[in-house]
């Protein structure tokens, strides 16, 4: 008898596959194995442009380089306001006043000198090895990543690396973002970008000779780079000096404090010679095995993996020197009225990890995540181990205060998430255009203006509303943590606000102190002296449906005063044209701090910068010489009494004179797993992955619990199937019986 074969039905095929999701009841996007074992998760939205320190300078690129490249200093973990400490460097240097020779002269110059610390190693890497610092096709067989490529080898950091990245930045290929800052204040550095150009054009100029018409530079030196000796033009650079193998300076201009927090940055990272000599062979640069996409660092992980399309991965550096998590800072003598700002670190904590030995995770995994939505339900499955808060789902997750502060939705808090929000050093402005006719200005028409629209526009509002409560309105340029920025009576912007003693707080001056404002500048009502309503023109970059909601907001504000927006959308490249040239009246702005000290912010405005007379970053082309003369003068001192008497003078100079209308600064807020400890927000840093300490068992349970198997719903569709084929059942047995 022919053995019979039994086919499933579509319905039954349908129902085992819904049968097995279900039983399975879990989408762990992880191998098994690695449950329980002391990784990270998290995720990234796009891939970085670029991890080479000397290009990299968005805030997604600094993530990614933070863990592992490491300049001279960092700022203090726990410290508030933000304080530099040491990382390579033994200390915090003084600046030394001397003279130097440049260019055959003796010059005055202002001097920090980095000590290094000893027995600081690099990861290991090909490099180290001269070997392959010669590599073929041939022994790149089966290389896919530099992982993979085998011997390795580290070696000591020395001074001379510091000194070979930091003459790197002047490299014109490059296109180093700070550069131009930085030959505004290191001695001899435009020169030295000068002897650099100068020797890339007469290489470029001999290959072209050599290759004739059919020369193309752009893919010649992709693949055949020209090597460029940065110790050669020594003379053109004593920006930047070796000591010796421990010790470097670098030699500016004028006194500039804030050369410190740029050190603190990856700009300021070592740079191996023997990483560029390797990455620059061509053999490499064929398999788009390059630099700018694995940096070479002494940092607590290394690259393991980088597949931007799906994961990136860190591990821990094995050669790591040894750093201790820091002690909680404690209240000065006479200072213990101070010491409720320490409690909540002691709440989170941040004392039980003192003195223990960093990195304490082994191993950090990034999956790409697009959309906001399923990061969010995975990180609620346990799967990710912190997430920012989407706004489509912010209601749920979090509760106000009668404050406007975040805590915890229960639901929240009976997962054991945990809320950490902080001040991010942002401030967000309108800018006006102080060259306009209109809106520009210095006479008392053109201040009473801006003084009404600042007034009008209600940044209370605007927090609430796109903000949901996590922010607060501004005054001046300078935001929370930020030396300069004050608060009650005296933060108060004068010009916008009056104190309301009973509610211990600023509150807006009425619109109708706005609207007598805005007549005695010369339009009653709105209505300029020729009759016709006040319009002004406001370029805007794009379309979206955010933007569209935001700008429908910001012409409610201009309508209460019967003041027209002629808002003008155009791409990216038309609105910096209008910008650049001055052709607009009003424009939306915001800054990061590149580092926290009030020049960063006050800058903006320093009349030098205006943008149509230098391209520089005042787009407002304010012009104010006292400002000007307080800033100089502020921008070099340390912090002091007297430096924030001068900061004070100066706020109170921009109020007057209104060239932005002040908006808000915001606060930033994250959740983390109660099983993700250490984990304190900073505004600034980037490497504070080495701080946080896992418990993977919290973590396992807390999953397992999350993602039960769901037998319900099997033993229904199960119950249904069999109920449905009784019939069918039925039929096949009277057959049976009748054959």
Known sequence: MAQQRTVLSGPWRAGLLLAAVLVVGCNSPYPESEEGHNILYSTFEEEPKHLDPAQAYAADECVMMGPILEPPFQYHFLKRPYELAPLTATDIPKAERRTVTFQGKEVAATVYTIRLKRSVLYQDHPCFVEANRRLTEESLRGVRAVCDIRPTATRELVAGDFVHAIRRLADPRLACPIASTLAQHLVGMREYQASLQAVLDRERAKRKAAAGILYNQEKDEQYNPIPVDYGAGAECSPFVREVDPCTFELVLRHPYPQMLYWMAMPFFAPVP??????????????????????????????????????????????????????????????????????????????????????????????????????????????????????????????????????????????????????????????????????????????????????????????????????????????????????????????????????????????????????????????????????????????????????????????????????????????FREKIDSGNFQLSGGGWIADYPDPENFLFLLYGPSAKVVSKGENAANYKNPRFDELFEKMRSMENSPERLALVDEMVRLLQQDAPWVFRYHPKSLAFYHGWVKNAWPHALAFNTWKYWRLDTATRTAYRRAENQPRWWPMIGFAAVLVLGSLPALRAARRRLREG
């Open 273 to 574: 010679p023997e990483a560029i000599a390797f990455f620059d062979q061509p053999v490499l640069l064929k398999r788009s095995l390059i630099f700018d996409k694995n940096p070479v660092g002494t940092g607590p992980y290394v690259l393991k993996e980088f597949d931007p399309t799906n994961q990136i991965v860190f591990e821990r550096n094995r050669n790591f020197h040894d750093e201790r998590f820091p002690e909680l800072p404690r209240p000065a003598a006479g200072e213990e009225a101070a010491r409720p700002l320490y409690d909540p670190m002691k709440a989170a904590g941040l004392e039980e990890d003192a003195g223990k030995r960093l990195p304490m995770i082994d191993r950090v995994v990034l999956r790409m995540e697009k959309e906001s939505i399923p990061r969010w339900n995975k990180f609620l499955q346990g799967y990710y181990d912190a997430q920012g808060i989407p706004s489509d789902v912010f209601d749920q997750a979090v509760k106000l205060t009668s404050q406007g502060d975040a805590s915890l939705a229960d639901e929240m808090a009976a997962r054991g998430i945990q809320l950490r929000s902080s001040y991010s050093t942002t401030s967000s402005f309108l800018s006006f255009n102080l060259g306009d006719l209109v809106v520009g200005g210095y006479t008392d028409a053109g201040r009473k203006l801006r003084q009404a629209i600042s007034i009008a526009y209600d940044s209370e509002e605007e927090v609430a509303i796109f903000l949901k409560e996590q922010g607060v309105p501004a005054h001046s340029p300078i935001p929370p943590g930020i030396f300069g920025y004050r608060e009650g009576r005296e933060g108060i912007n004068p010009v916008v606000y009056e104190w309301d003693e009973a509610r211990g707080r600023g509150v807006r001056r009425s619109i109708d102190e706005a609207k007598r404002l805005l007549a005695e500048a010369g339009y009653p009502n709105g209505y300029g002296p020729d009759g016709q309503r006040l319009v002004l023109r406001f370029p805007v970059s794009g379309g979206t449906p955010e933007g569209a909601t935001w700008l429908a907001f910001v012409t409610k504000q201009f309508d209460r005063l019967n003041i027209g927006l002629e808002i003008e959308v155009s791409d990216w490249n038309r």
